[in-house]
């Protein structure tokens, strides 16, 4: 669809947000088709991780004002409808076992700002910002952003974000650890892809196994996810992707784990 495009770099799959005359604002069209952008590469043994970005220097405004203005005048059913959509896309990048990787230019904000913290990692240029920017239009937030970020930053922070809609500057969002690197501006796509690719070659079960560890930790009791952990490596420690990581590193030559489940 034009509004999502995707390309393929070896084992990284770009998915692209593409609408720039709105600077790439969400509907539920980019919704669906990112949704399935992930469903995809979640069955594709092909593709080793995925980045997020958008078209013409900025990652996205969020929600269409104009869609947003339609179905504040319709009934709830039809206003819950879009979120749901929204929902899901987030819900199929958790679910998608691949790492994704936000690429951010000018800023994300509204549901851009839910897109990009619902990614395992971001990369972001220096001088773009993050806004959960509901609030500016008598709106709350939806996309998750409030548990992806709850669980990353202080209340209070995150408390400012929700009640001012302010632009944070990415530099600060990296002191906090929310961004993983901040790089030169027109650049946030190559970083990723380089990160990307370092990922993609690494052990898709493995990987596989740790988001899903990293998403359950917010969740679980300590008891609960030691034994998640227990089981996790006691598999693992019996399949071929550790085997291959063992040999390399007794054999001091790098691992090639491509074609191993």
Same mark, same amino acid.
């Given at each position: 669809?034009?509004?999502?495009?995707?390309?393929?770099?070896?084992?990284?799959?770009?998915?692209?947000?593409?609408?720039?005359?709105?600077?790439?604002?969400?509907?539920?069209?980019?919704?669906?088709?990112?949704?399935?952008?992930?469903?995809?590469?979640?069955?594709?043994?092909? !593709? @080793?991780?995925?980045?997020?970005? #958008?078209?013409?220097? +900025?990652?996205? /405004?969020?929600?269409?004002?104009?869609? %947003?203005? *339609?179905?504040?005048?319709?009934?709830?059913?039809?206003?819950?409808?879009?979120?749901?959509?929204?929902?899901?896309?987030?819900?199929?990048?958790?679910?998608?076992?691949?790492?994704?990787?936000?690429?951010?230019?000018?800023?994300?904000?509204?549901?851009?700002?839910?897109?990009?913290?619902?990614?395992?990692?971001?990369?972001?240029?220096?001088?773009?910002?993050?806004?959960?920017?509901?609030?500016? !239009? @008598?709106?709350?937030?939806?996309? #998750?952003?409030?548990? +992806?970020?709850? /669980?990353?930053?202080?209340?209070?922070? %995150?408390? *400012?974000?929700?009640?001012?809609?302010?632009?944070?500057?990415?530099?600060?969002?990296?002191?906090?650890?929310?961004?993983?690197?901040?790089?030169?501006?027109?650049?946030?796509?190559?970083?990723?892809?380089?990160?990307?690719?370092?990922?993609?070659?690494?052990?898709?079960?493995?990987?596989?196994?740790?988001?899903?560890?990293?998403?359950?930790?917010?969740?679980?009791?300590?008891?609960?996810?030691?034994?998640?952990?227990?089981?996790?490596?006691?598999?693992?420690?019996?399949?071929?992707?550790?085997?291959?990581?063992?040999?390399?590193?007794?054999?001091?030559?790098?691992?090639?784990?491509?074609?191993?489940?």
């Amino acid at each position: 669809m034009e509004n999502v495009l995707t390309e393929r770099r070896g084992r990284v799959l770009i998915a692209k947000i593409n609408d720039p005359a709105t600077r790439n604002a969400l509907n539920w069209h980019i919704y669906d088709g990112l949704g399935e952008v992930f469903e995809a590469a979640a069955k594709d043994a092909g !593709i @080793g991780a995925v980045v997020l970005t #958008g078209a013409e220097g +900025f990652f996205s /405004s969020g929600g269409n004002l104009h869609g %947003l203005k *339609e179905r504040s005048q319709a009934d709830y059913a039809t206003r819950r409808s879009s979120v749901d959509r929204l929902h899901r896309m987030i819900l199929a990048m958790r679910n998608c076992p691949k790492p994704v990787i936000a690429a951010i230019e000018g800023g994300a904000a509204g549901a851009g700002a839910s897109t990009a913290t619902a990614c395992d990692l971001i990369v972001a240029a220096k001088g773009s910002y993050l806004s959960v920017a509901y609030i500016k !239009i @008598g709106l709350t937030p939806d996309g #998750g952003v409030t548990a +992806f970020l709850g /669980s990353a930053i202080p209340r209070q922070m %995150l408390a *400012e974000m929700v009640f001012t809609g302010d632009k944070i500057p990415v530099e600060r969002l990296h002191q906090m650890g929310v961004v993983n690197r901040v790089v030169e501006p027109g650049t946030a796509l190559d970083e990723a892809l380089e990160l990307a690719g370092r990922l993609a070659d690494g052990p898709a079960q493995a990987l596989a196994n740790g988001k899903r560890l990293i998403d359950q930790a917010r969740l679980n009791d300590l008891k609960t996810q030691l034994d998640l952990e227990a089981e996790g490596i006691a598999a693992s420690l019996g399949g071929p992707e550790s085997a291959e990581g063992i040999d390399a590193f007794l054999g001091k030559r790098k691992p090639d784990f491509a074609g191993l489940t």
